[in-house]
C-alpha cells in the first residue's frame, strides 16, 4: 500500500460506521481514559488514550512491521488524538 492508501484506509475507519459502533472518539477515549486511570490511580486523558494505542500498534509493529493494519490504525488514532487535542485547547 501506498502512504494514500494508508490515509484512505485510516478516514475511511475513523470516519466511517466506527463512531456508530462505538460513539465519537471524544466519548470512546474518555471511557478508556476513566477505566485506565481507575485501574493505574493516576489521571489519563483522552489524548493520553490516543498516544498509548499508537504505542500499542508501534509494540506490534516489532513483530511484523509490513503489517498494514498497524500502520492504519496509528494514522487513525493520530488524527483522533490530534483533533481531541485541538479541540481542548480551542485551535
Keep these: 500500500m501506498n ?3 494508508i490515509l ?3 478516514k475511511h475507519c475513523v ?6 459502533d462505538y460513539g465519537t472518539p471524544e466519548n470512546s477515549f474518555s471511557n478508556i481514559a476513566a477505566l485506565w486511570g481507575a485501574y ?4 489519563i486523558t483522552p489524548v493520553d ?5 499508537i504505542m500499542l500498534k508501534l509494540g506490534r509493529l ?3 512491521q509490513g ?7 496509528i494514522a487513525g488514532y493520530a488524527a483522533c488524538g ?3 487535542a485541538t479541540e481542548a485547547e480551542g485551535a
Design 3 to 5: 502512504r494514500e492508501e
Design 49 to 53: 488514550v490516543a498516544a498509548m494505542m
Design 15 to 20: 470516519c466511517g460506521d466506527r463512531e456508530q
Design 82 to 84: 490530534g483533533e481531541i
Design 67 to 73: 503489517h498494514v493494519d498497524s500502520w492504519t490504525d
Design 8 to 10: 484512505d484506509a485510516a
Design 40 to 43: 493505574l490511580g493516576t489521571p
Design 62 to 64: 516489532e513483530g511484523n
